[in-house]
């Protein structure tokens, strides 16, 4: 069985349009000029009823043509260019796929790095911080900007425009 592609299914549409003439001759032309088509690609009217028989109901305008087809992959694999991008620029383990901070991997590297903090009140606060997060589940309002400046003071990475804080 031939496939029916998209400029086959294009004809044979215009033509089944014309099946909806006032003209009798008109109807008469445009059923035979299909019934032509069809055979020349190898399909037949039954094969136009399956297709319609497998359209569920579903009464479309217009499908997504070849070319709209290449624009959205092309979207697509610019998105997904600028994600991979992102995860080089935020390591995965301080982040979720949708920029989300892993509060508790956060918390526990700036725990593990206190010693080079020099403030006494940054130390406590790194060292009280993940044993909160598992209690509370994440930094209040108030801990999250102390946090994240301690964080990027020890080498971490936050950049407030890919990094979504879901507060």
């Given at each position: 069985?031939?496939?029916?592609?998209?400029?086959?299914?294009?004809?044979?549409?215009?033509?089944?349009?014309?099946?909806?003439?006032?003209?009798?001759?008109e109807v008469l032309n445009a059923a035979r000029?299909?019934?032509?088509?069809?055979?020349?690609?190898?399909?037949?009217?039954?094969?136009?009823?399956?297709?319609?028989?497998?359209?569920?109901?579903?009464?479309?305008?217009?499908?997504?043509?070849?070319?709209?087809?290449?624009?959205?992959?092309?979207?697509?694999?610019?998105?997904?260019?600028?994600?991979?991008?992102?995860?080089?620029?935020?390591?995965?383990?301080?982040?979720?796929?949708?920029?989300?901070?892993?509060?508790?991997?956060?918390?526990?590297?700036?725990?593990?790095?206190?010693?080079?903090?020099?403030?006494?009140?940054?130390?406590?606060?790194?060292?009280?911080?993940?044993?909160?997060?598992?209690?509370?589940?994440?930094?209040?309002?108030?801990?999250?900007?102390?946090?994240?400046?301690?964080?990027?003071?020890?080498?971490?990475?936050?950049?407030?425009?890919?990094?979504?804080?879901?507060?």
């Amino acid at each position: 069985m031939t496939t029916l592609n998209e400029p086959i299914a294009k004809r044979i549409a215009k033509l089944f349009r014309m099946l909806a003439s006032d003209f009798d001759g008109e109807v008469l032309n445009a059923a035979r000029r299909m019934k032509q088509q069809l055979i020349a690609e190898g399909l037949s009217f039954n094969d136009i009823a399956t297709v319609i028989e497998n359209a569920n109901g579903e009464i479309e305008e217009r499908k997504y043509s070849d070319a709209d087809a290449e624009i959205i992959f092309a979207k697509g694999v610019e998105k997904g260019r600028t994600e991979e991008a992102r995860k080089q620029q935020a390591p995965p383990e301080f982040y979720d796929a949708d920029g989300s901070p892993r509060w508790y991997e956060i918390a526990m590297f700036c725990q593990q790095n206190s010693a080079q903090l020099h403030s006494d009140w940054e130390q406590n606060f790194t060292s009280d911080m993940p044993s909160k997060i598992i209690k509370f589940g994440k930094p209040t309002d108030k801990q999250i900007p102390h946090l994240l400046a301690i964080f990027v003071k020890l080498g971490g990475y936050y950049d407030p425009k890919t990094t979504h804080l879901h507060r």
